[in-house]
């Protein structure tokens, strides 16, 4: 009896925090669902009153919320374009970029597979289809057989940035609705090669990544992408509507705060150097 | 003996139950036509925003492109490359590749099982495979597309020694399954409404149960189960979950049932999330949204007339 009732309060509660407009809507990134989902969690036991929904989608489905007023904050894993800035001045929103976190992309190599160490400009050949045989790279004689995202990943756009400077994927690039869904390709397929999150535990190899042909492969530690060594790293971005006031500002500053980025990595993302990163930048 | 006897209701009760219903069923046909209407008006700047035209006009979805200096012409589809490429010849080779695989691998087995559950089984037996079979319909795709993604796409690979895991012959078998149940349920009914006095004079006249089957029934039963692959047919060509999961999502262009191949429907699953509303990439998507409710809108109803047709010869005949 006393159950039913507490349980019927605290729906009333929560029915009562929503209807008093606290809550706060985080959408977007795939790749920062899991990183959102802790903050969220976090802070929401700190601040009992603070009702927080975090939903994935993508990066490119997190900034048409925001432009259509449909998310309070939008998770990037890459920075708006110049179309999505215009469209945002358009429709008077005035997107806030928040560097919230450090993210590596990692070349996933079936365990079977003898090469270790690959070159940006190899992972483009590889990529691009210049390069269509591991016998190439020094592996078997057996043609490349190439996972990729799907184009609404941010993964995919930041991939096609840093390695393959924005020509386009071979045709023969296999898309896969989400990074599970490439390690496990990449898992079953000994002739295999794909990308994407380094937090991802699997049971495939993370190649090393020479920046250039010439110098020193860098395997994807925690180490060598805090240093700014491995090449694949990125920003991760929070973009809000303006300056955040209120309960958002104060999720921003706890996101920010040591805490919040202890969390960041234990949920193995990078965090920033707060020395080094800027926080919040108006574009 | 005591003649039947029936309440009469009042009058304007009759008349509220009958316009509800009518009502209900106009909603359905107005929501269709409203749901039609949108998709369509959404691909409309396909044929009259120049802005959009410049990137994606018919021919450039249609016809082979240059779309470099000097490079020989493509179909290509890469919408989010910095110049966007919309070729739908890739989709539309996916699209049937799928489908052709589907219907070569569903249409004996579900022909072939309806013939042996209306014509041989015993009733006991007939009631076990017909639900069985029909339960396969109600199996969540998407679980289909998993089991196809993981244990499916590494038998084929291992036995054929296939280059890549995931392919058109992959999700074809996948896709197959879900046929199955279309076909064999329409294809039964047709042969078990075959009237029973055609089997008792062919019977009468000296035929064996096989030759009834095949040489009586199943010529009786042909639009039927032509209807049933029809409608199979539809269903291969909208379905897309599974060919999301299984077929690996390349646009290539080839002939080889081996390659990866990336379906309409499953374009607009991947790239809808993601598109700026009212951008060129946004309408293509429509209008490839378009042409499947085309698609399967004109194969439906292809195959319902046939059925309908086939149930007024049968009927003719009996009587």
Known sequence: MTHSSAAISGLLCLVATTIAGETITIKGSDTMVRLGQRWAEEYMALNKTAVIQVTGGGTGAGVAA?????????????????????????????????????????????????????????????????????RDLGGPDHRIVLYSR????????????????????????????GTAAVINAVAHDRYGIGYGGIAWESNVKHAMVKPTDTSAAVSPTDANVSRGEYPIARKLYWFTNGEPTGELARLRDFVLSDTGQQIAAHAGYFPLLTNVVEKTEMK | MKPLTFKPKSRWREFIGEKAISMSAYAALVAIFLIFIFIFKESLPIFTDPKVRQEASLDRLFLKQPFYEDSERLWVWQPTSDEPKYSLMPLFIGTFKAALIA?????????????????????????????????????????????????????????????????????????????????????????????????????????????????????????????????????????????????????????????????????????????????????????????????????????????????ERLQGRSS
């Open chain 1, 66 to 134: 925001l432009l259509n007023s449909g998310t309070d904050v939008c998770q990037a894993s890459r920075d708006l374009s110049a179309r999505e800035f215009e469209l945002a001045s358009k429709k008077r929103i005035a997107p806030l970029r928040i560097t919230v976190a450090l993210d590596a992309v990692a070349v996933y190599l079936h365990k079977a597979n003898p090469v270790e160490s690959l070159s940006l400009g190899q992972l483009r050949g590889i990529y691009t289809g210049a390069i269509t045989s591991w």
């Open chain 1, 150 to 177: 799907e184009n609404s990943s941010g993964t995919y756009v930041l991939f096609r940035e840093v390695v393959l400077k924005n020509h386009d994927y071979a045709p023969e690039a296999q898309t896969l609705p």
């Open chain 2, 103 to 311: 219907m070569l691998f569903a249409t004996p087995l579900a022909v072939l099982a309806a013939i042996y559950t209306s014509e041989f089984a015993s009733k006991r037996m007939r009631e076990i495979i017909k639900p069985t079979i029909e339960l396969l319909a109600g199996l969540p795709s998407v679980v289909l597309g998993f089991f196809a993604l993981i244990v499916l796409a590494s038998i084929l690979q291992d036995t054929f020694g296939l280059v890549f895991r995931l392919n058109a012959l992959n999700a074809g078998l996948a896709l197959g399954i879900t046929v199955i149940p279309v076909i064999f349920t329409i294809a039964e009914d047709a042969m078990s409404a075959v009237p029973h006095s055609l089997r008792d004079a062919a019977t009468a006249l000296g035929a064996t149960p096989w030759q009834v089957s095949l040489t009586m029934v199943l010529p009786a039963a042909l639009p039927g189960i032509a209807a049933g692959v029809v409608l199979g047919f539809g269903r291969a060509i909208g379905e897309t979950m599974i060919v999301l999961m299984a077929s690996g999502n390349a646009a290539i262009v080839s002939g080889s049932l081996t390659d990866s191949i990336r379906t309409l429907s499953a374009t607009i699953a991947a790239e809808l999330a993601e598109v700026v509303f009212g951008s060129g990439h946004y309408s293509v998507l429509f209008f490839i949204g378009t042409l499947l409710f085309l698609f399967t809108f004109l194969i439906n109803l292809g195959g319902d007339l046939v059925l309908h047709r086939l149930k």
